[in-house]
């Protein structure tokens, strides 16, 4: 069971884009789901996108048609492509690997083991 790592958050404008990254220190052929999650102060946790190892993809609705979640097996490396950035998508951005288990929905995932990176913080400003 490897590491994660994520990266490129920062401090950006209302309706700018930023790329996210999630590097990890195992081989990725052993994933079977990968996620990007969300904290923001005072909210719970909110799951934003998920992609399966057969490449479906899923958004929540806040993000969805904004954000595209995407992975590079050959560099163990997946994405969170945020375009049209609002005040609202602030918060600590965190990546998430399953292995085993099944993949059912975006929001249902049954059995296996996961992997959490420590975040990183965009924040954006109206």
């Known amino acids: 069971q490897g590491r994660l790592a994520e990266s490129g958050g920062r401090q950006m404008q209302a309706g700018e884009s930023l790329t996210l990254s999630c590097a990890a220190s195992?081989?990725?052929?052993?994933?079977?789901?990968m996620y990007w999650y969300r904290q923001a102060p005072g909210k719970q946790r909110e799951q934003v996108a998920a992609?399966?190892?057969?490449?479906?993809?899923d958004y929540a609705d806040a993000v969805r048609g904004r954000f595209t979640i995407s992975r590079d097996r050959i560099k163990n490396t997946f994405y969170l492509q945020m375009n049209d950035l609002e005040a609202e998508d602030t918060a600590l951005y965190l990546c998430?690997?399953?292995?085993?288990?099944?993949?059912?929905?975006?929001?249902?995932?049954?059995?296996?083991?996961?992997?959490w990176g420590q975040g990183t913080q965009v924040t954006v400003s109206s």
């Open positions: 992609i399966t190892t057969g490449g479906v993809t």
């Open positions: 998430v690997v399953r292995r085993g288990g099944v993949y059912h929905d975006f929001s249902h995932y049954y059995g296996g083991e996961e992997t």
């Open positions: 195992e081989r990725s052929f052993a994933w079977n789901a």
